[in-house]
């Protein structure tokens, strides 16, 4: 039993997914200054809290470590930033941070774990067989440890979140670790999930995962544009040769209705995106979703090459700020907004600022509507982060006057030096006026180059060598006129095979108009005439 400083700031059962596995704590030596020396260090496990009586009752000497003998008050005990993902595993987060200790041969977590990682995967290698590796949350962030606690990277026995003296460590040695493993290993695949707080090592890696589509528990496609513009950013400038993908997932959901496992998978081959099954068909069929091998025609690659990129619907309808510059209609509080040639120019007043904003007036909608808002934005990269990382960029569409409420959900698209277009999808809008809202992350300056507004639903069609894609993400159904959108084609149904949707997939000849229900999509055969 240890008598502690602040017992509040450990829990015998913190995690929330499962609250019956015990913390972990670190127990180690001070240094005669008063901070942590975890070069004589051994591991432990809270056994018990008394917060009343300011003790622990740990396990000491677990993992393989050895209890070590502590002077009497100088010794410092922390607990592991860790997770346990729903199971009794303990995952340890590693301190990815530049500013980690190293051990006796200059090393940080970060370079023990590349060099492990590169002697595995290089020729001779336990695993040289394979063709890539792809990082799972791989955070630019330590994980919350809840409670109000933060991650201590640079060992202080301060807590510091991975920001030390106003540079993101952490992420710089997340980034530092990839380019490592690139180095390496300059022939392999090396891939990364993406998120909100996950790296950004574009230059360096061949592309991402999403995991789901467009996210992890999202039925009412929310995300829709978040992952639509990160596949079409890292599309575009990941380190080639370029390989993303959107994970067919849903976690705890039961039986998920089949319009949105066809929109599932639709969305990433939209913006040139593999689409793993990580859900599967119902009992009594093949084994693989008709969408994916042209359902009785059993043929993979049934859709051939793209004949082109995704036709988005709404960006061929009239712009609502056609013919006003917007600049003219921009104003910011925290920010400085200055009109160039071609768009403006907007950054913080507050250099330390984390985040700023610009509003642009003068969006008027005449009836209740879908909106899809089109940006093309660069920015300045802060000279803490390396160069090609990027910073998100994020829209919301509010009425005249009124303050946004800013959500995980909200449109957002990566920004960085490259101008880059990302589209923005807003569903039932009431009429009336209403201010367009960007929020800019960071403090650095970031230019808007050209913006559109289109009354209008996100849908999509997709030609190939010999199918079609529709999709509609809105929730209302839409009707695709094929005569105009398509001329020339003879389409049909595909045929469903054995348990899974005839109903949708009948096989009939498809006429000059089809009409989609809400978040569904459909893939089709297709024959073109000359």
């Given at each position: 039993t240890l008598r502690v400083a602040d017992a509040s700031l450990f829990s015998r059962s913190p995690y929330r997914v499962n609250p019956a596995v015990p913390e972990d704590v670190g127990l180690c030596a001070m240094t005669a200054d008063g901070k942590p020396d975890w070069?004589?260090?051994?591991?432990?496990?809270?056994?018990a809290v008394d917060a009343k009586a300011g003790t622990l009752t740990i396990e000491r000497g677990v993992y393989g470590s050895k209890p070590q003998a502590f002077a009497a008050g100088g010794a410092y005990v922390a607990a592991h930033v860790a997770q346990t993902w729903g199971t009794t595993n303990k995952l340890w987060q590693f301190n990815?941070?530049?500013?980690c200790p190293r051990d006796a041969a200059g090393k940080t977590a970060a370079d023990r774990w590349a060099v492990e990682l590169v002697a595995a995967i290089q020729p001779g290698g336990a695993i040289a067989y394979i063709?890539?590796?792809?990082?799972d949350v791989p955070f630019r962030k330590p994980m919350l440890l809840g409670r109000g606690r933060e991650a201590d990277c640079d060992a202080d026995g301060k807590p510091d979140n991975g920001i030390v003296g106003g540079a993101p460590v952490f992420a710089l040695g997340v980034d530092n670790f990839i380019r490592a493993l690139r180095a390496a290993l300059p022939e392999k695949l090396i891939m990364a999930d993406v998120g909100e707080n996950q790296q950004r090592s574009v230059a360096t890696l061949n592309g991402i995962e999403t995991e789901g589509w467009p996210k992890l528990r999202d039925p009412e496609f929310l995300h829709w544009s978040i992952a639509l513009n990160h596949h079409c950013y890292w599309g575009a400038l990941a380190r080639p040769p370029v390989f993303h993908y959107g994970l067919m997932k849903f976690l705890g959901e039961g039986d998920v209705p089949l319009s949105r496992v066809r929109l599932t998978l639709a969305g990433p081959l939209l913006v040139d995106a593999a689409v793993p099954m990580g859900y599967l068909p119902p009992a009594g069929s093949n084994g693989v979703w008709d969408e994916l091998l042209g359902g009785t025609l059993q043929r993979r690659g049934w859709l051939g090459r793209p004949l082109g990129p995704a036709r988005w619907l709404a960006d061929e309808s009239p712009d609502l700020f056609a013919g006003r510059a917007f600049a003219a209609a921009a104003s910011s509080t925290d920010a400085s907004?200055?009109?160039l040639p071609r768009g403006l120019e907007v950054a913080a007043r507050n250099a330390a600022a984390s985040s700023f904003t610009v509003r642009v007036g003068g969006l008027r909608l005449a009836a209740k509507t879908d909106l899809v808002v089109r940006i093309e934005a660069s920015a300045l990269i802060s000279p803490h982060e390396h160069r090609d990382a990027y910073r998100v960029l994020s829209v919301a569409v509010v009425r005249a006057g009124k303050q946004p409420e800013w959500t995980r959900s909200a449109p957002a698209a990566p920004v960085a030096g490259k101008p880059f277009y990302g589209r923005y999808f807003f569903r039932d809008l009431d009429p009336g006026d209403h201010d367009l809202v960007v929020q800019a992350e960071g403090p650095e300056a970031v230019t808007l180059h050209a913006v559109s507004a289109h009354a209008a639903s996100d849908i999509a069609v997709r030609s190939y060598e010999r199918g079609v894609i529709l999709a509609n993400p809105s929730h209302r159904s839409q009707t695709f006129d094929l005569k105009t959108l398509l001329p020339g084609a003879a389409l049909r149904r595909i045929e469903a095979?054995?348990?899974?949707?005839?109903r949708v997939n009948s096989g009939v000849a498809v006429g000059a108009e089809v009409t989609l229900p809400p978040k569904d999509?459909?893939?089709?055969?297709?024959?073109w005439r000359p």
């Open positions: 070069s004589h260090a051994e591991q432990a496990a809270i056994v990815m941070a530049t500013t063709d890539g590796v792809e990082f907004v200055r009109t095979t054995a348990a899974q949707d005839p999509a459909l893939f089709l055969h297709a024959k």
